[in-house]
Protein backbone atom coordinates (compact mmCIF):
# COMPACT_ATOMS: atom_id res chain seq x y z
CA UNK A 1 0.00 0.00 0.00
CA UNK A 2 2.84 2.24 0.84
CA UNK A 3 4.54 1.49 -2.48
CA UNK A 4 1.13 2.56 -4.39
CA UNK A 5 0.93 6.51 -2.05
CA UNK A 6 4.73 6.88 -3.12
CA UNK A 7 3.99 6.16 -6.36
CA UNK A 8 0.67 8.40 -7.00
CA UNK A 9 2.23 11.36 -5.27
CA UNK A 10 5.31 10.64 -7.18
CA UNK A 11 3.14 10.51 -10.51
CA UNK A 12 1.26 13.96 -9.58
CA UNK A 13 4.14 16.13 -8.72
CA UNK A 14 5.39 15.16 -12.05
CA UNK A 15 1.91 15.66 -13.52
CA UNK A 16 1.73 19.08 -12.13
CA UNK A 17 5.46 20.20 -12.47
CA UNK A 18 4.72 19.07 -16.19
CA UNK A 19 1.35 20.89 -16.90
CA UNK A 20 2.76 23.83 -15.41
CA UNK A 21 5.73 24.50 -16.72
CA UNK A 22 3.60 23.51 -20.36
CA UNK A 23 0.63 25.90 -19.31
CA UNK A 24 2.91 28.57 -17.88
CA UNK A 25 0.01 28.93 -15.96
CA UNK A 26 0.57 30.58 -12.40
CA UNK A 27 -3.65 29.88 -11.78
CA UNK A 28 -2.90 26.34 -12.44
CA UNK A 29 -0.50 26.40 -10.49
CA UNK A 30 -2.10 27.81 -7.23
CA UNK A 31 -5.37 25.59 -8.11
CA UNK A 32 -3.34 22.66 -7.87
CA UNK A 33 -1.43 23.30 -4.51
CA UNK A 34 -5.13 24.70 -3.17
CA UNK A 35 -6.60 21.31 -3.87
CA UNK A 36 -3.70 19.09 -2.34
CA UNK A 37 -3.35 21.39 0.82
CA UNK A 38 -7.07 21.32 1.03
CA UNK A 39 -7.42 17.42 0.75
CA UNK A 40 -4.09 16.99 3.18
CA UNK A 41 -5.88 19.26 5.53
CA UNK A 42 -9.26 17.31 5.26
CA UNK A 43 -7.71 14.22 6.00
CA UNK A 44 -5.58 14.98 8.74
CA UNK A 45 -9.11 16.36 10.14
CA UNK A 46 -11.08 13.29 9.73
CA UNK A 47 -7.94 11.08 11.08
CA UNK A 48 -7.97 13.46 14.14
CA UNK A 49 -11.38 12.81 15.04
CA UNK A 50 -11.95 9.19 14.34
CA UNK A 51 -8.67 8.46 16.32
CA UNK A 52 -9.12 10.70 19.44
CA UNK A 53 -13.21 11.70 19.85
CA UNK A 54 -14.50 8.92 21.99
CA UNK A 55 -17.90 9.43 20.61
CA UNK A 56 -16.28 8.33 16.81
CA UNK A 57 -13.59 5.51 17.80
CA UNK A 58 -14.08 2.33 17.88
CA UNK A 59 -15.40 1.37 21.52
CA UNK A 60 -12.77 -0.66 23.66
CA UNK A 61 -13.19 -4.02 25.33
CA UNK A 62 -16.07 -3.95 28.23
CA UNK A 63 -13.67 -5.10 30.84
CA UNK A 64 -11.98 -1.55 31.48
CA UNK A 65 -12.35 0.17 34.48
CA UNK A 66 -15.04 2.53 33.79
CA UNK A 67 -13.25 5.36 35.60
CA UNK A 68 -10.12 4.84 33.45
CA UNK A 69 -11.59 4.96 31.01
CA UNK A 70 -13.57 8.42 31.78
CA UNK A 71 -10.02 9.17 32.70
CA UNK A 72 -8.45 8.75 29.13
CA UNK A 73 -11.83 9.86 27.18
CA UNK A 74 -10.82 13.24 28.98
CA UNK A 75 -7.58 13.02 28.05
CA UNK A 76 -8.43 12.80 24.59
CA UNK A 77 -10.77 15.65 24.46
CA UNK A 78 -8.20 17.57 25.88
CA UNK A 79 -5.76 16.65 23.53
CA UNK A 80 -7.94 16.89 20.55
CA UNK A 81 -9.03 20.59 21.62
CA UNK A 82 -5.34 21.34 20.82
CA UNK A 83 -5.00 19.81 18.52
CA UNK A 84 -8.13 22.06 16.51
CA UNK A 85 -6.54 25.26 17.93
CA UNK A 86 -3.10 24.12 16.41
CA UNK A 87 -4.89 23.51 12.90
CA UNK A 88 -6.69 26.33 12.95
CA UNK A 89 -3.99 28.32 13.37
CA UNK A 90 -2.55 26.59 10.37
CA UNK A 91 -5.10 26.84 8.43
CA UNK A 92 -4.99 30.38 8.89
CA UNK A 93 -1.25 31.06 7.95
CA UNK A 94 -1.58 28.56 5.18
CA UNK A 95 -4.84 31.17 4.06
CA UNK A 96 -2.55 34.11 4.62
CA UNK A 97 0.27 32.71 2.84
CA UNK A 98 -2.17 32.17 -0.22
CA UNK A 99 -3.39 35.75 -0.20
CA UNK A 100 0.06 37.26 -0.13
CA UNK A 101 1.06 34.85 -2.67
CA UNK A 102 -2.24 36.00 -5.22
CA UNK A 103 -1.29 39.35 -4.34
CA UNK A 104 2.14 39.25 -5.79
CA UNK A 105 0.63 37.70 -8.70
CA UNK A 106 -1.92 40.37 -9.14
CA UNK A 107 0.47 43.27 -8.81
CA UNK A 108 3.84 41.62 -9.82
CA UNK A 109 4.75 44.27 -12.26
CA UNK A 110 3.71 47.32 -9.64
CA UNK A 111 5.86 45.27 -6.63
CA UNK A 112 9.15 44.45 -8.82
CA UNK A 113 8.92 48.47 -9.57
CA UNK A 114 8.90 48.88 -5.74
CA UNK A 115 11.12 46.47 -4.68
CA UNK A 116 13.33 47.85 -7.12
CA UNK A 117 13.12 51.30 -5.72
CA UNK A 118 13.61 50.03 -2.46
CA UNK A 119 16.73 48.31 -3.13
CA UNK A 120 18.04 45.57 -1.04
CA UNK A 121 17.84 44.58 2.22
CA UNK A 122 14.42 46.23 2.49
CA UNK A 123 12.92 45.26 -0.57
CA UNK A 124 13.06 41.74 0.06
CA UNK A 125 10.10 42.46 2.59
CA UNK A 126 8.16 43.04 -0.58
CA UNK A 127 9.35 39.58 -2.10
CA UNK A 128 5.80 38.20 -1.63
CA UNK A 129 5.98 34.94 -3.45
CA UNK A 130 9.39 34.53 -1.03
CA UNK A 131 8.18 35.30 2.08
CA UNK A 132 4.95 32.53 1.01
Given at each position: ???LIFIFTVSLAVFVSVYYHYLQDPVFHQNAFALLTATNIF???YQMEHTLRPSRRVQRSKCRDVKAQMREDQRDLNILAGMWTLSLSGVANIAIGFFIWNLDNIFCSHIRHWRRAL???WGILLEGHGWW
Open positions: MMIRGWGLP
